[in-house]
């Protein structure tokens, strides 16, 4: 104890007056109010007996911890006002004439005990109210900073400003605190409270010493509540909301095959089972007349509660076939009964024929793979269960009733329950449909020459002519011909096409002459089917034969098309005309046909069946469920990968949809990308507005584990003018299985796409406009099927806008690229600091494996694989566990400036008014201006570099070239290790060595001639 009591200073060592001190807190300081100021303290020393006849829980540890603060915080003479310190600054606290700590808190602490309560002072007797107030907010403080400390190391932190509450300690005592170490074992903390810069310059720093132990255990069953700090909302981290979510379903998939109720096809193991009942009308016969003409208009009605599917109706038949499958949800089997009514078409009113009953516990249940159920015939009875009217038999129906689940094959084909509303054409557009896309083929036209041309008039030379190539909507014009005015013209222009089979449009070869500006005269007119053998198959890559084409005058397309495919002679044949030109074609099989961006490309195989590799695995894709679309919407699903296209059924009315439809596709490469995409039925009532986009996910197959199923939710974003909108949430089931690990393994020594791309490559401005028209030629393809995948779905899926210019994908590359190179900045930061002896172990260690190397250089190559051998093992603990999706933070569109999306959604050629498209303008020179600024400075440096042997600078290059003789002569007498050696000592030697001036040769070369000066 009177160790303790010599620790505080004596009261003339008190600070003047005038003396502040702050407090800085770098939390959250709006619940930590300041220790209001309290009046001096008065009464004498507790005595050991008052202490001892404390209650127990007063001697808590967190009364002791409370008593800790409350020494030692900081106090005043004058106590502010309530309102003052209401308006203090969260962020630093002003506490003003500052007194000592309390000694007799120091012997608290040390002997694990609490003082008393607060307003009554050691002695028992009453003391100040502000005091009392003074360590209740110091007790609030303790609260905020136990929530992140633990008790034991509460007292230790408070003190030697480690963690939170040190840190806090020791920005209110004005200065860092210093550990020592007492003779009792226990940690001694000293700190000093540094005068403030307002007053008392001269004054040295006092100096407290205080003892303190680790608080005792808190006891049993009692509770600390620890209030919330208060402060600002922290935003969530950018991209947070659009992450991926985890989920665990209950599929078979992750069940094992045919676990406990998930007994299922194998093959449809990635979606939770859906009960469905189906009933299948397939014809009727012998039904009766039931008008007095004797016709009878038969339809059929299925009905289960308040649920109802109707057939079509077959007029003046007796015997019908329909053949349709309605399927009601597991959810609306309510009703105990099932009813299948014949009923009669009438003008006024429909007629009852028959109707057949089945009680719901009596029809059977079938799963796959068991073979389909056979239909069965059905005797037609009245409400009364009367077979017979005026004795003649009601007909017979032929019907097939089962409950299964979605993985039966009449589920794609019948007509589901939930779609009831609808008319019959807005139901097929509800069904689940798979597409393919069309087989597409490059096809290759050389136009080489033309002979004997005459001018479409003949009083007049031949003017300037062109061959203009014609394919459906794909037109090509060669330059004019050489020599002009000739009648032999030569040109030798290849063009490539993109066809699909079957080739339905011809080739269309025309020779025009250019007679004035604006307008071109056919000379003559080739039409060529593109079919063998007009045109070859060129599918390993073989020199193909040209040939020489008459060329007909003054027919038109139709009757020379009619003419390629008949055979027949024009009736201008007769005549004699001579021009000729000479054409080179060929379908091109050996390469693919691209219709999606390279960067996330589905399909990599050639044209040619014969050249394409087998597949090595199977892509497993279940469809489950979205959440969150908001409104009453009616969506539905679709999926690409390869030429396979899926599209689920569409549900109406929904924002939660639930499909659980499962599809699988042959994988022939890793290094592609699947693409599912959510739209909104728009064409369900023959409306003819687009289907709305929801979202759309990637997944790319090089990124997902073998034989592992990855269920998630993936975030569906729309990027529109106003800024970026998430729109829901898709539910996913992926696996891959390979099943040919050598030849996936193989795979990665490659080439990415056929070997025709690089044998006889295409330019990139030519395979952008083919990119394009491939995606013209699938999207007209597809609108054409039953139900038709709209144009705009095919668009969306293929992004066919990406090739537009958009400012936020341009900031999104370049950050891209810093990112590429933070590598090499943080390797170089890293050097530096060696350089500079930051660390003068680590330093002392590359010195030392230095040395290795240079003593043995055959040890650097297996050192630096090792070296990237152990990061590779070292990461595979880190490695990402989730499939990436669409980042939100990397394409910038959160930080997107409006503006900057309006101009991205803008039509080309743009539609906005002029003052919007002049200020777009100065926005984007201000950005080339950097762009030309930094490209200008790499081009400085590099003309520098060429400027050293140029001669530009006669002495510069004289320096150079006497300084590279004798760094020659100096090589060749010297051992390559003692230049390495004095090299390296010379790189990594110690700052004292070093000048902060740029050395010699950097000088030299910043001296070096560029051809800057040389710009207008």
């Not at 940690?187 to 403030?196: G, H, L, Q, Y």
């Not at 038949?317 to 349709?324: F, G, I, S, Y």
């Not at 390993?540 to 055979?567: C, H, Q, Y």
């Not at 996910?697 to 073998?706: D, K, W, Y």
Request: with cysteine; proline share 8%.
């Amino acid at each position: 104890r009177s160790r303790t009591r010599r620790s505080c200073p004596p009261r003339t060592a008190r600070p003047p007056a005038t003396r502040s001190w702050r407090w800085s807190s770098t939390g959250s300081a709006s619940a930590r109010p300041p220790a209001p100021a309290t009046s001096r303290r008065s009464g004498t020393r507790r005595s050991s007996s008052t202490s001892a006849t404390r209650p127990a829980s007063r001697r808590s540890p967190s009364t002791c911890l409370y008593s800790t603060t409350a020494a030692s915080t900081t106090t005043t003479r004058s106590a502010p006002t309530s309102s003052s310190a209401a308006s203090a600054s969260p962020a630093s606290l002003s506490l003003a004439r500052p007194t000592r700590p309390s000694c007799s808190a120091s012997r608290w602490i040390k002997e694990g005990s609490s003082p008393a309560s607060p307003g009554t002072s050691r002695s028992g007797s009453t003391s100040s109210p502000t005091r009392g107030t003074a360590i209740a907010s110091s007790r609030t403080m303790l609260l905020l900073l136990r929530r992140w400390t633990p008790p034991e190391r509460m007292v230790r932190n408070v003190f030697s400003g480690e963690g939170p509450a040190g840190a806090a300690a020791a920005s209110a005592s004005g200065g860092p605190a210093a550990e020592t170490k007492g003779k009792s074992g226990h940690d001694t903390r000293e700190f000093r409270s540094i005068p403030a810069s307002s007053g008392g310059g001269g004054n040295e720093p006092r100096r407290h010493t205080l003892h303190a132990m680790a608080a005792p255990p808190p006891p049993a069953g009692q509770t600390v509540v620890v209030p919330k700090p208060a402060g600002p909302a922290q935003a969530p981290p950018p991209g947070s909301q659009y992450g991926l979510t985890e989920t665990k379903p209950p599929l078979p998939a992750k069940m094992g095959p045919r676990s406990g109720t998930a007994k299922i096809a194998s093959t449809y193991d990635m979606v939770e089972p859906m009960s469905y009942l189906y009933v299948t009308v397939v014809k009727a016969r012998d039904l009766p007349s039931m008008d007095l003409t004797g016709a009878l208009d038969p339809y059929v009605e299925v009905k289960l509660g308040n649920f109802k599917g109707v057939t079509r109706h077959l007029e003046k038949n007796q015997n019908p076939v329909w053949r349709q499958t309605f399927a009601f949800s597991g959810a609306h089997l309510q009703a105990s009964q099932l009813e299948v009514i014949v009923m009669d078409k009438d003008t006024l009113r429909d007629d009852f024929v028959g109707r057949v009953v089945f009680d719901m516990s009596d029809i059977p249940s079938r799963l796959p793979p068991d073979s389909p159920l056979a239909p069965q015939w059905y005797s037609l009875a009245d409400a009364h269960g009367e077979r017979f009217r005026h004795g003649h038999p009601l007909g017979e129906i032929m019907l097939a009733v089962w409950i299964g689940t979605q993985a039966d094959e009449a589920f794609p084909e019948a007509w589901h329950s939930d779609a009831h509303s609808l008319s019959r054409e807005g139901l097929t557009n509800t069904r689940s449909k798979v597409y393919y896309s069309p087989k597409l083929i490059y096809l290759k036209v050389s136009v080489i020459a033309a002979q004997d041309l005459i001018a479409a008039d003949k009083g007049r030379p031949l003017a300037p002519t062109i061959a203009k190539i014609q394919m459906g909507s794909q037109i090509r014009r060669t330059r004019p011909g050489q020599p002009q005015g000739s009648a032999n013209q030569s040109w030798n222009e290849e063009f490539m096409f993109v066809a699909s089979e079957p080739f339905e449009d011809p080739l269309v070869v025309t020779v025009e002459e250019k007679v004035a500006a604006g307008r071109d005269e056919p000379i003559g007119r080739i039409i060529i089917p593109v079919a063998s053998p007009y045109v070859p198959r060129n599918d390993l890559a073989k020199s193909i034969p040209s040939k020489w084409f008459n060329l007909s005058r003054g027919m038109t397309v139709d009757e020379a098309a009619a003419e390629a495919t008949t055979g027949t002679k024009h009736r201008e044949h007769s005549k004699t005309f001579a021009s000729k030109i000479h054409l080179r074609m060929s379908l091109e099989t050996a390469y693919h046909v691209l219709d999606e961006s390279t960067h996330y490309s589905s399909d990599l195989q050639p044209a040619a069946k014969k050249l394409r590799k087998s597949a090595i695995g199977v892509l497993e894709v279940g469809i489950l469920s979205a959440r969150g679309l908001g409104g009453n919407k009616s969506p539905y699903c679709v999926a690409k990968y390869g030429s396979k296209w899926v599209r689920t059924r569409t549900l109406l009315g929904t924002a939660a949809p639930a499909w659980n439809e499962q599809y699988t596709w042959e994988v022939f490469d890793l290094s592609t990308v699947i693409t599912v995409a959510v739209f909104d039925n728009n064409h369900l009532h023959h409306s003819d507005g687009k289907d709305q986009r929801i979202g759309k996910v990637r997944v790319r197959l090089a990124t997902l584990e073998s034989d592992r199923v990855y269920t998630h939710y993936y975030p569906l974003m729309a990027l529109t003018p106003g800024g970026l909108k998430k729109t829901g949430e898709l539910h996913l089931a992926v696996r891959f299985t390979c099943t040919a690990w050598a030849n996936m393994l193989a795979q990665y020594g490659r080439p990415l796409l056929p070997k025709m791309h690089y044998s006889n490559p295409i330019s990139v401005l030519q395979l952008d406009y083919l990119r394009f028209q491939a995606m013209q030629m699938v999207a007209t393809r597809l609108g054409r099927s039953e139900p038709p995948l709209h144009r705009e779905v095919v668009e969306y899926m293929l992004d066919v806008d990406s090739h537009m210019f958009s400012l936020r994908r341009s900031k999104a590359n370049f950050y891209r690229i810093t990112s590429l190179f933070s590598g090499v900045v943080a390797v170089g930061k890293w050097f530096d600091g060696i350089c500079k002896w930051k660390n003068p172990l680590t330093t002392i260690l590359v010195h030392v494996l230095f040395l290795i190397l240079v003593c043995y250089p055959e040890l650097i190559l297996p050192t630096v694989f090792l070296y990237l051998f152990m990061i590779g093992v070292w990461n595979y603990r880190r490695r990402p566990r989730k499939p990436p999706h669409m980042d939100t933070v990397l394409s910038h569109a959160e930080q997107a400036h409006p503006d900057e999306l309006d101009e991205e959604f803008d039509t080309f050629p743009t539609s906005k008014p002029s003052d919007v498209v002049r200020m777009r303008y100065d926005r984007l020179r201000s950005v080339a201006g950097r762009v030309q600024t930094v490209v200008g400075d790499l081009a400085m440096q590099g003309e520098r570099a060429q400027s050293l042997l140029s001669w530009r600078d006669p002495r510069a290059t004289a320096i150079f070239i006497t300084m590279s003789l004798i760094v020659a002569v100096v090589l060749y007498i010297t051992p390559f290790q003692v230049v390495a050696v004095v090299f390296g000592l010379f790189m990594l030697r110690h700052p004292r060595f070093r000048s902060k001036q740029p050395s010699v040769p950097f000088n030299f070369y910043k001296r070096l001639p560029a051809k800057g000066d040389m710009l207008l």
